[in-house]
């Protein structure tokens, strides 16, 4: 409990507007992965058909690895196969891999599939190539999502900018849908909107006595906040905000949906020094448990100096996830 001290920083005023959220809205497939929505129009120009059809085929076989980030690699590595560059269609490049996603001779040897059922593993072939593309990824853990996906794309290129690059390409390729969990989990905190601000308190239950300082005020701290609203959701998150970071997919913030968890840090660079943890609620605002004589409100995280300045990253929290 020693980390619910984390300072819960004060925050810019809304009106309490509510922002009206359909619990029964389906999500789209893969929703929990947080990349893996619809297609964009932008994916439907950029995409040929065909490619397009095995990316969403070939993600299947690895349940959590979302497709657009398999489309997101075939379009860096050979431009969904246009590319005129030498190792695309014959032969290989410097580095000497070879075909659409660029595979060593070696590592194709290992995780080469026969996607299109014609009996041979070529992968200089696109069907087989992307689906080769989705079985290395899955073996290096892309289907656990988080940072388990970003390890799994560092392994196909070990490069951070590289990752980088991936993630930000899948997020113009997949349409984001709202998350049935995460206006559940809206709707679960703004029930206790005006709620007082308790260092170490609430959790799942709700809200209780805090610890400390706060140990004569039954409320919720900022994680104890979440903690409650995704319990309502079916996801059992850590207590402490540094460790509920870790307890889902994380969410570029082009894709944030409402019930997302935003997370602010001393130093954006470092996980260990997150400190605040807030609900995203839509239109760049949050629902969170500020600081000690505060209490639980709706506040503006967008264009907020502090908060921009802090923000680290979302996470998509995923059912049943880690127990403190």
């Not at 005023?13 to 009206?20: N, S, V």
């Not at 359909?22 to 994916?43: C, F, K």
């Not at 290992?110 to 992968?123: I, L």
């Not at 006595?209 to 140990?215: K, N």
Request: hydrophobic share 40%; net charge positive; aromatic share 10%.
């Amino acid at each position: 409990m020693k980390a619910a001290a984390t300072a819960c920083a004060a925050a810019v005023l809304l009106p309490l507007a509510l922002l009206i959220l359909l619990a029964g809205q389906n999500s789209a497939a893969g929703i929990d992965s947080g990349l893996a929505g619809a297609p964009t129009a932008e994916a439907k120009r950029d995409i040929p058909p065909a490619y397009l059809r095995w990316y969403l085929d070939a993600a299947h076989t690895c349940p959590g690895l979302p497709w657009n980030v398999l489309a997101a690699i075939g379009k860096i590595e050979s431009d969904h196969g246009r590319s005129t560059m030498p190792g695309t269609h014959s032969g290989e490049n410097s580095a000497g891999a070879g075909g659409p996603m660029q595979f060593l001779a070696a590592t194709w040897a290992a995780y080469g599939v026969d996607g299109d059922h014609d009996g041979r593993k070529d992968r200089y072939n696109p069907a087989d190539a992307i689906y080769g593309a989705a079985n290395y990824l899955c073996a290096n853990g892309a289907g656990k999502g988080g940072k388990h996906l970003r390890r799994a794309i560092w392994h196909y290129n070990h490069a951070d900018w590289y990752v980088r690059k991936v993630l930000d390409q899948a997020a113009h390729y997949a349409t984001p849908t709202t998350s049935r969990r995460g206006a559940i989990a809206v709707k679960a905190a703004l029930r206790w909107l005006g709620t007082p601000y308790s260092w170490g308190g609430g959790g799942p239950s709700g809200p209780t006595y805090g610890i400390a300082h706060g140990a004569g005020t039954k409320g919720f701290d900022c994680s104890g906040l979440t903690q409650y609203a995704w319990a309502r959701a079916g996801a059992r998150l850590p207590r402490v905000a540094a460790a509920q970071y870790n307890a889902g997919t994380h969410i570029p913030r082009r894709q944030l949906q409402p019930g997302d968890l935003l997370f602010f840090a001393t130093n954006p660079g470092n996980p260990a020094t997150i400190h605040h943890v807030g609900i995203y609620y839509g239109r760049g605002r949050m629902i969170h448990a500020p600081h000690t004589g505060d209490v639980v409100r709706i506040a503006q995280f967008t264009g907020n100096p502090y908060r921009e300045r802090q923000y680290i990253g979302a996470i998509r929290p995923t059912p049943h996830t880690t127990k403190t």
